[in-house]
């Protein structure tokens, strides 16, 4: 459950982080060892988690 919980935190952050401007643009990163996110030039965001 408190798992959960961090996955759903650290995603709202990572979209409230989205909205404040395009300074994250084209970068790539890890949220831990189960998750990793993508954001393209054009504004996709890509997450990939693993099972």
């Known amino acids: 459950m408190k798992r959960k919980l961090w996955i759903i935190l ?7 982080a989205l909205c ?3 300074a ?3 970068r790539i990163g890890n949220l831990n060892h189960d998750i990793s996110w ?4 054009t504004g996709v ?4 988690i693993a099972a």
Request: proline fraction near 0%.
């Open 24 to 26: 994250l643009a084209g």
């Open 38 to 41: 993508a954001l393209s030039d």
């Open 45 to 48: 965001l890509t997450m990939r």
């Open 10 to 16: 650290a995603l709202a952050a990572l979209l409230a």
């Open 20 to 22: 404040c401007g395009t």
